[in-house]
């Protein structure tokens, strides 16, 4: 069956949009059109997103279905967005509050669920059922996915990687706990850890070119990223990890260190592959689209119990 859906990722500063059609040989053509705009940092931020939708239904055409994916703790199953600082809500009934007033059924989740989903059926993990997905921005997220299903957890709060402790005398996260490994391995952290006041990709760039104290920024949070990544392993036994975010756009400069690492590291398991995303900061877009034709072919997917 035909379908047309819009998926919509809400970040903290942008709300990003694109409308997806599925072609009757079921696959999925490209982006018929995109659009941005800002997402307001208070809490009108869930009217703002209703606005952002209707307007770009009314300009661009009827779509099926609607998908979200938004920030912070989320309940997927239920639609929930359970608590975000930016966009700021609480115990918000999204899906259910989007869907009465487009008139059309919404899906809604995770936005780093919704990128390592879209990573799964048409990224870096395609054909992969058991691979963790790390996005490492401005903070880091993760999402599990095990014999092919995204693993939530019965509070949907499975998959946080960035919440792994890695140095229980680190620093205090924001999260409350201390050295966790987004305070040492994100884009924030690293360029907390360097000082001198330029960014994550900076400390990057100053690395490769031979300072000495930016490589050694590196390493920490490649050794980091990698104590987390032994836990994972441990743990599932991943055939493949996929490392996103704005800090993964090293490229090698990442990956090959942490590959290394990674396989001195290991004694008994089995090394997972460790490549780099490939969506890029579209895979949640495409997330949420995938979720909305989701809902379109077992419209009973996401019942109004929250059960799957
Ligand atoms: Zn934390």
Same mark, same amino acid.
């Given at each position: 069956m035909t379908a047309r859906v819009l998926g919509i990722d809400v970040g903290g500063t942008t709300m990003k949009a694109a409308v997806r059609t599925r072609r009757t040989d079921g696959r999925l053509g490209e982006p018929e059109w995109t659009a941005r705009r800002a997402t307001p940092p208070d809490e009108t931020a869930a009217d703002a997103l209703g606005e952002f939708a209707e307007a770009l239904i009314a300009e661009h055409g009827p779509v099926d279905a609607v998908g +979200?994916?938004?920030? %912070?703790?989320?309940?997927?199953?239920a639609g929930i967005a359970e608590f975000s600082v930016a966009p700021t809500w609480a115990d918000l009934p999204l899906r259910e509050a989007m869907a009465a007033r487009l008139g059309l059924p919404v899906?809604?989740? =995770?936005?780093?669920?919704?990128?390592? +989903?879209?990573? %799964?059926?048409?990224?870096?993990?395609?054909?992969?059922?058991?691979?963790?997905?790390?996005?490492?921005?401005?903070?880091?997220?993760?999402?599990?996915?095990?014999? %092919?299903?995204?693993? +939530?957890?019965? =509070?949907?709060?499975?998959?946080?990687?960035? =919440?792994?402790?890695?140095?229980?005398?680190?620093?205090?996260?924001?999260?409350?706990?201390?050295?966790?490994?987004?305070?040492?391995?994100?884009?924030? %952290?690293?360029?907390?850890?360097?000082?001198?006041?330029?960014s994550a990709r900076e400390v990057a760039r100053r690395a490769a070119d031979g300072d000495a104290r930016a490589a050694e920024v590196w390493r920490e949070a490649v050794s980091a990223l990698v104590t987390a990544l032994l836990s994972a392993v441990t743990l599932f036994d991943l055939s493949l990890v996929v490392l996103g975010g704005g800090v993964a756009q090293a490229g090698e400069q990442l990956l090959e260190p942490v590959r290394r690492e990674l396989a001195s590291r290991l004694t008994f398991q089995h090394a997972p592959e460790v490549v780099g995303a490939a969506l890029g900061d579209e895979a949640a877009v495409l997330g949420a689209a995938l979720i909305a034709l989701d809902l379109l072919d077992q419209p009973d997917l996401f019942n109004k119990d929250g059960k799957k």
């Open positions: +979200l994916a938004i920030p %912070g703790i989320v309940d997927d199953a899906a809604l989740g =995770h936005d780093t669920r919704m990128g390592g +989903l879209a990573e %799964g059926r048409a990224g870096a993990a395609v054909g992969c059922r058991d691979y963790l997905f790390i996005s490492l921005g401005t903070g880091v997220g993760g999402m599990l996915c095990l014999d %092919g299903s995204p693993r +939530l957890g019965p =509070h949907h709060r499975a998959g946080e990687l960035g =919440h792994l402790v890695v140095d229980p005398l680190g620093v205090e996260c924001g999260c409350g706990q201390r050295g966790c490994l987004e305070t040492i391995a994100s884009a924030t %952290g690293i360029a907390r850890l360097y000082g001198r006041g330029v």
